[in-house]
């Protein structure tokens, strides 16, 4: 059986793979002659313009496609490879975003406390820093701050295993909620309004006791 770690280098490795894979197969096969007759065909810091300009207006995948002709044409230049980058990440991150509808992956603090007396229990993630999570934390809950949860992965349980996220106010959990979705985590949801909403409520509500849970949209792994 796979290990945490191995599983994690796997995955990491595949991510490296997908983003690199287009660059290496458009690269011509002699370097040294073709990409200097290439450099000479098309100006190298246009190309980039243009590329900056389609990033800036939003349109990620024509910034990536120029961005890949200026790395052919200049296979030395820092700065078309930075433009890949940004545009790649820019272009998966914009994918995922389009496909996450409103309230998708939230759990209020009732919701959740519901579910806690009906006997779902949920792996609590606290990724916020060591001091905030000793000064007050959901009981049971396991802190990996947000910086450190990929070095920290193997604490995490299997993908399929229910995971809520929390920070103070939902904003750190919202990035954690986006890694772990993309390394196959279907399971993922963030306490909505952060710990400050769940002691808001804990305080001004008696806490609920089994009964009926509210209907989530249903968990779909297509774009996760």
């Excluded at 096969?29 to 939003?58: K, M, N, P, R, W």
């Excluded at 820019?90 to 509808?101: D, E, F, K, P």
């Excluded at 992965?153 to 979705?181: F, G, M, N």
Aim: glycine share 6%; hydrophobic share 45%.
């Amino acid at each position: 059986m796979l290990s945490r770690a191995m599983i994690r280098n796997t995955i990491l490795i595949g991510i490296i793979f997908l983003l690199v894979l287009p660059l290496v197969a458009c690269v011509p096969q002699s370097s040294a002659t073709v990409g200097a007759a290439d450099s000479l065909s098309i100006d190298v810091q246009e190309v980039l313009l243009e590329a900056e300009a389609a990033f800036d207006s939003g349109d990620f995948d024509t910034a990536f496609e120029l961005s890949q002709k200026a790395v052919q044409a200049a296979p030395d230049d820092y700065v078309a490879w930075e433009m890949v980058q940004q545009a790649a990440v820019a272009q998966a991150g914009n994918n995922y975003l389009q496909q996450l509808s409103d309230r998708r992956y939230r759990i209020n603090p009732e919701t959740f406390l519901i579910e806690q007396a009906n006997g779902r229990n949920h792996f609590i993630l606290d990724v916020r820093e060591p001091d905030e999570f000793a000064e007050s934390h959901i009981d049971g809950a396991i802190n990996i701050p947000l910086q450190e949860l990929l070095l920290n992965i193997e604490e995490l349980p299997t993908t399929a295993t229910p995971i809520l996220i929390y920070c103070a106010t939902q904003k750190r959990a919202t990035h954690a909620l986006v890694i772990l979705r993309e390394l196959g985590y279907v399971q993922v949801f963030n306490l909505e309004g952060g710990y400050s909403a769940y002691l808001d409520y804990i305080t001004n509500n008696p806490l609920p006791g089994p009964g009926p849970i509210p209907t989530l949209p249903p968990v779909s792994t297509e774009g996760c």
